[in-house]
C-alpha cells in the first residue's frame, strides 16, 4: 500500500512556520497585505476566495477582496487592477480565475504589476521560470515541491512525468522539476499512448482535469503519484487518479480532496509574504 501523502498535515505545518515569521515582520512595521479580485459568483470560485482571504487573516495579515459583476467591463477590471498597483500598502495582487469570456485574460494577468504577481502569471515570470529562478513559483507548483520536499522525494536525476500542459499548474511544474534536477517528460491531451510514458515515472504529477484518467496499468511500481485533479463526479470530489486501484501500487500518493489543495492556499500566502519582503525589505536588490 502507497504512503498517503497528507496535504492537510503538510499545510498545517506550512501554516504553522508562516505564522511565525508573519508575527516578526509585523514586529518591523510590516504587515503583509494580499488582494483578489473576483469577477462574477461562480460558486467554487467564491468559495476558493472566501478560504484564501480566512486563512490571511488567520496568519496576522491584511487581506482584501475586490467583488466585481459578472458583466464587469474590461475597461473597469483593469483600472481596478492599476489602484491596486499604485497602492503601496498592496503586496500581493491575484484574479481569480476563470474570467468571463467576454474579458481578455491575457490582458488582465499582463496588467497586474509582475513585482505584486503572488500567481506569477504575468508574462515576465513566466519567462523567470523559464529561467529556472522566478520571484515565486505558481502556488499549485510550490504546493506540489512542497509535498514532495516535506516527504523527503527525491528529484535529481528522477524520471518526473507532468500530465498537463497548462500555464497554471502543467507548465511551470515541468519547469520547477527541470531546476530541481529531474529528468522531465511534459504529457497532455494530444500525446499519442500515455500510458507508455506514464509507466516510466518515478514521479508521476497528474493535472489534465479529466476524472479517471490515470488508472492502475498507467503507474509503475512504487512510483510518487501527484494528483492535482479538481473534477466533481455524482456530487463528489476526484482527481484525475483513479485512488482506490493506483493506493495499492504506488509507493506513495496525494488524495483528493486533502491533497494538493490544501498546499495551493497554503503557498499563496507563502507566496504572499516573500514579496512582500522582497518589496519593502530588500528594496529591489534581491530582484
Ligand atoms: N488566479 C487564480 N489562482 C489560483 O490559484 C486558482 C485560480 N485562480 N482559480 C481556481 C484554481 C483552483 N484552486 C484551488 C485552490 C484550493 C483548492 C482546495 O483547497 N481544495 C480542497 C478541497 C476544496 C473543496 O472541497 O472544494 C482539497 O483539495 O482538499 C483547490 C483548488 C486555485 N486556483
Ligand atoms: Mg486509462
Redesign the pocket.
Same mark, same amino acid.
Given at each position: 500500500m502507497a504512503r498517503i501523502l497528507d &496535504?492537510?498535515a503538510i499545510a498545517a505545518a506550512v501554516k504553522q512556520d508562516l505564522a511565525m515569521e508573519i508575527a516578526q515582520l509585523r514586529e518591523c512595521g510590516v504587515q503583509p497585505k494580499l488582494v483578489v479580485v473576483l469577477v462574477g459568483d461562480d460558486a467554487? !470560485?467564491a !468559495?476558493?476566495v472566501r !478560504?484564501k482571504e480566512r486563512l490571511a487573516r488567520e496568519l496576522g495579515m491584511e487581506a482584501e477582496v475586490i467583488r466585481l459583476a459578472a458583466d464587469v467591463s474590461e475597461v473597469e477590471l483593469l483600472r481596478q487592477i492599476e489602484l491596486q498597483n499604485a497602492d503601496d500598502a498592496v503586496d500581493a495582487l =491575484?484574479?481569480?480565475? +476563470?474570467l468571463p469570456d467576454h474579458i481578455d485574460t491575457d490582458r488582465v494577468l499582463a496588467a497586474v504589476d509582475p513585482n505584486k504577481d503572488v500567481?506569477g502569471?504575468h508574462p515576465q515570470n513566466i519567462g523567470r521560470y523559464a529561467m529556472g529562478s522566478p520571484l515565486v513559483w +505558481?502556488?499549485?507548483t510550490a504546493g506540489i515541491l512542497e509535498i514532495l520536499v516535506r516527504s523527503s522525494v527525491p528529484l535529481a536525476g528522477q524520471t518526473a512525468v507532468v500530465v498537463g500542459r497548462s500555464r *497554471?499548474v502543467g507548465w511551470p511544474t515541468a519547469q520547477l522539476l527541470l531546476a530541481h534536477n529531474a529528468t522531465v517528460v511534459q504529457c497532455h491531451s494530444r500525446t499519442k499512448d500515455l500510458t507508455e510514458f506514464t509507466r516510466q515515472a518515478d514521479i508521476l504529477v497528474v493535472a489534465a482535469g479529466q476524472a479517471g484518467l490515470i488508472g492502475v496499468d498507467d503507474v509503475r511500481e512504487g512510483a510518487v503519484v501527484i494528483d492535482v485533479g *479538481?473534477n466533481r463526479v455524482d456530487g463528489r =470530489?476526484v482527481g484525475d487518479v483513479d485512488f482506490d486501484s493506483v493506493v495499492a501500487k504506488a509507493g506513495a500518493i496525494t488524495p483528493? +480532496? &486533502?491533497?494538493? &489543495? +490544501?498546499l495551493?492556499?497554503a503557498m499563496?500566502m507563502k507566496n504572499t509574504v516573500r514579496l512582500a519582503r522582497l518589496r519593502r525589505l530588500t528594496k529591489g536588490d534581491e530582484r
Open positions: &496535504g492537510k467554487a !470560485s !468559495s476558493y !478560504s =491575484l484574479v481569480q480565475l +476563470p500567481d502569471f +505558481p502556488c499549485t *497554471i *479538481i =470530489l483528493v +480532496p &486533502g491533497g494538493v &489543495g +490544501p495551493t492556499v499563496l
